[in-house]
């Protein structure tokens, strides 16, 4: 018994270590950080940075309090509620997350202001809908992002584009256009002239179906034959009673 009562003694004290030292890297930055405070105790970013080491160490209140003193030493008034809205978002506060957001948003709009923080809003505000299961929301806070910045990540069109989908077939033609959007900024991107051609044929889009297939086909050579035979198949599934001659 001593013995397992040892080994019990050892583990919890393993435990109280590991959490006292699970976050080194953070702790080094925190340290980086206030060491560049000291020399400028009025830089907002500074502040900014602090703020999000805290809050990934998951010190809120400590992390709040540097946010509010970024937003003292000039941070702009949506970036601050941007990042309250992540620490809402890590105590599972969604709805209150939304709200912040929301609120970011509609004063930029007021103020006529459009910039990268309004692209990671609507980014965040995309996420957050989407752990609520709230598609069509979703989906269309990554097109605004999209819209500001056409050429953030483009698997950004193909999480729309689902997004859509998953909110039923009333909303494939949204989808479609989605991807639509992405070929304009991605022309060469395989994976949409891919999926442009699913979504036409999942929605009974036949004709469009036939122009994009052949469209692809034209314009990548490079394309297997059999990636081409089991692309006409999927598109020839659909089409058996159809009159190609309307192409």
């Not at 994976?191 to 004709?207: D, M, N, T, V």
Request: aromatic share 10%; charged share 15%.
């Amino acid at each position: 018994m001593t013995g397992m009562k040892s080994r019990y003694i050892l583990l919890c004290l393993l435990a109280v270590w590991f959490n006292l030292t699970a976050h080194p890297t953070l702790d080094i930055r925190m340290d980086a950080i206030d060491n560049e405070i000291k020399q400028s105790a009025s830089n907002a970013a500074l502040y900014l940075q602090k703020g999000e080491v805290q809050r990934q160490n998951r010190d809120f209140s400590a992390a709040r309090q540097s946010f509010e003193h970024a937003l003292k030493h000039g941070t702009a008034q949506p970036l601050y509620w941007y990042h309250l809205a992540k620490i809402a978002r890590d105590q599972d506060k969604i709805s209150q997350a939304i709200s912040l957001l929301t609120q970011a948003v509609d004063w930029q709009i007021q103020q006529t202001i459009q910039n990268n923080t309004s692209v990671l809003i609507y980014i965040e505000l995309a996420e957050l809908y989407t752990m609520t299961n709230q598609w069509v929301k979703a989906a269309n806070n990554y097109l605004k992002a999209l819209q500001l910045h056409h050429k953030i990540d483009p698997g950004i069109y193909l999480l729309a584009s689902h997004l859509f989908t998953q909110s039923g077939e009333a909303y494939l033609s949204s989808a479609l256009q989605v991807i639509d959007l992405g070929l304009e900024q991605h022309p060469g991107r395989l994976c949409f002239h891919k999926k442009g051609i699913e979504l036409a044929l999942a929605g009974r889009q036949y004709r469009s179906a036939w122009k994009r297939f052949y469209y692809l086909i034209q314009t990548h050579p490079g394309l297997s034959r059999k990636a081409q035979q089991f692309t006409q198949l999927s598109c020839n599934q659909p089409l058996i009673h159809y009159n190609k001659a309307a192409l």
